[in-house]
């Protein structure tokens, strides 16, 4: 891993100090944070309402229906066998698409065709 690293930087460190090292690692930290979060919404911008998804649990697979879209998950509205509502907030890369349509875009594309 230090080996991705240029020559000349890993050198600058080397001469940092304590209270030096403790600030860079802070910037680093944050610039991760940064990543992290970018890539949280790259996940995200894949989902719309009312797409049905599916997740494992417990090596279970789980289907549902997109209900809100937040700022680092995604809730999934699911019926258990008793049709009982349940809702999950699932992290965006656990969530795979079911493949099957999406209901609301259905509806309003259909809605808009006939005004037509």
């Known amino acids: 891993m230090i080996n991705n690293l240029p020559q000349d930087l890993l050198d600058s460190i080397q001469r ?7 600030t860079l690692y802070q ?6 944070k940064l990543i992290n979060k ?17 997740f494992q649990h417990l090596e279970k697979k ?6 809100r879209i937040n700022q680092k998950s ?6 258990d066998e008793l049709d ?5 907030n699932v992290h965006p890369n656990l969530l795979r698409k079911t493949g ?4 609301f875009k259905e509806i ?6 006939n005004k037509e």
Do not use: C, P
């Open 16 to 22: 940092l100090n304590e209270v030096q090292l403790r």
């Open 27 to 32: 910037i680093v930290v944050e610039r991760m």
């Open 38 to 54: 970018a890539r949280t919404l790259m996940s995200l911008k894949k989902f719309q309402l009312f797409d049905s998804v599916s």
């Open 62 to 67: 789980i289907e549902g229906i997109v209900t």
């Open 74 to 79: 995604v809730t999934v509205k699911v019926n």
């Open 84 to 88: 009982h509502n349940h809702y999950w």
């Open 100 to 103: 099957k349509n999406n209901v």
């Open 108 to 113: 309003m594309e259909k809605k808009y065709e």
